[in-house]
């Protein structure tokens, strides 16, 4: 069973910046490791992307300040966001696919079906 756990999580103000860190030992055994986000009554948004290499996806509502790590010393992939806005509140989710470094197809990164194993979620709440 493949476990992934989501902290870092928490009440901020508007502007402000958070890291989330997502342990887990399949961070480098895995194709990737996706983060995404669901709000209440929203469905279940794509973040950022890190692959088995390390090339970085950014979702739309991040990229321009957003960015994706990895620490494999640590099993710990991190999200790192800036300048945080109310439409940031939202339960945040790594995932990771059921599919090795070696897996040679085309693999949708921003796509929640891709991934097959979930954190529990840490929750980001943004509130003056």
């Known amino acids: 069973q493949v476990q992934l756990i989501e902290s870092g999580g928490g009440t901020v103000r508007p502007g402000a910046s958070l890291q989330l860190s997502c342990i887990s030992e399949?961070?480098?055994?895995?194709?990737?490791v996706g983060w995404f986000r669901q709000a209440p009554g929203k469905e279940r948004e794509f973040v950022a992307a890190?692959?088995?290499?390390?090339?970085?996806y950014m979702g739309d509502s991040v990229k321009d300040r957003s960015t994706i790590s990895r620490n494999t010393a640590k099993n710990t992939v991190y999200l790192h966001m800036s300048n945080l806005n109310p439409d940031d509140t939202a339960v945040y989710y790594c995932?990771?696919?059921?599919?090795?470094?070696?897996?040679?197809?085309?693999?949708?990164?921003?796509?929640?079906?891709?991934?097959?194993?979930w954190g529990q979620g840490t929750q980001v709440t943004v509130s003056s």
């Open positions: 399949h961070t480098s055994t895995k194709y990737a």
């Open positions: 995932a990771a696919p059921d599919r090795s470094p070696y897996y040679s197809g085309t693999f949708h990164y921003s796509r929640a079906s891709e991934y097959s194993y």
């Open positions: 890190i692959s088995w290499n390390a090339a970085a």
